[in-house]
T-cell receptor
Framework: NAGVTQTPKFQVLKTGQSMTLQCAQD?????MSWYRQDPGMGLRLIHYSVGAGITDQGEVPNGYNVSRSTTEDFPLRLLSAAPSQTSVYFC???????????????FGPGTRLTVL | RKEVEQDPGPFNVPEGATVAFNCTYS??????FFWYRQDCRKEPKLLMSVYSSGNEDGRFTAQLNRASQYISLLIRDSKLSDSATYLC?????????????FGKGTHLIIQP
């Protein structure tokens, strides 16, 4: 199993450009999430999905869109990049562990995004 | 408001020593607790879950204190390879992905 894969690993954008960060998992996990990690901050949830066709907003959704057309893929779209979106972006997946909440999060290797 | 607090460190510890650090959480509805490890410029990876009765995995011991709302991680006989940032993660009952709260991490440096 490849686990969770993300592309690209690095990206530099100019303010106002749009782009899509790709995320895929081959573990047949229902839950997928996007986080951003900034210096001095914990991981913050951007958007998440509990299954194909279902998405919802996390703590910091503004400026980002997601879709979940298949179980495997969960792309994150930056609509009009801003310097404040410079960050490291992690995609994660997990199995539905029922009442205990979402158990082990499997993270992708991350995308380092710089917006100039 | 959900909040998880950790001492950012860095903790500088000589190889072979024992080190412990805590994490406090503010939401009394928290039910699931985890320690993740994150190496420099890498993704977080699950180190261990934390169970009510405490649990051990090799040199690592995790404890939960519900009354005082904190969890702890103890590392015995520390190795150079233990150098990393340790993230405390909690989840509320039935919280799902949006119920997870990540601490900012404690940076540990094991010195030869």
């Amino acid at each position: 199993n490849a686990g969770v894969t993300q592309t690209p690993k690095f990206q530099v954008l100019k303010t106002g450009q749009s782009m899509t960060l790709q995320c895929a998992q081959d573990m047949n996990h229902e839950y997928m999430s996007w986080y951003r990690q900034d210096p001095g901050m914990g991981l913050r949830l951007i958007h998440y999905s509990v299954g194909a066709g279902i998405t919802d907003q996390g703590e910091v959704p503004n400026g980002y869109n997601v879709s979940r057309s298949t179980t495997e893929d969960f792309p994150l779209r930056l609509l009009s990049a801003a310097p404040s979106q410079t960050s490291v972006y992690f995609c994660a997946s997990s199995a539905d562990e029922g009442l205990a909440g979402t158990d082990t999060q499997y993270f992708g290797p991350g995308t380092r995004l710089t917006v100039l | 408001r959900k909040e998880v607090e950790q001492d950012p460190g860095p903790f500088n510890v000589p190889e072979g020593a024992t080190v412990a650090f805590n994490c406090t959480y503010s939401n009394s509805a928290s039910q699931s607790f985890f320690w993740y490890r994150q190496d420099c410029r890498k993704e977080p990876k699950l180190l261990m879950s934390v169970y009510s009765s405490g649990n051990e995995d090799g040199r690592f011991t995790a404890q939960l204190n519900r009354a005082s709302q904190y969890i702890s991680l103890l590392i015995r006989d520390s190795k150079l390879s233990d150098s990393a940032t340790y993230l405390c993660v909690v989840n509320i009952l039935g919280g799902g992905a949006d119920g997870l709260t990540f601490g900012k991490g404690t940076h540990l440096i094991i010195q030869p």
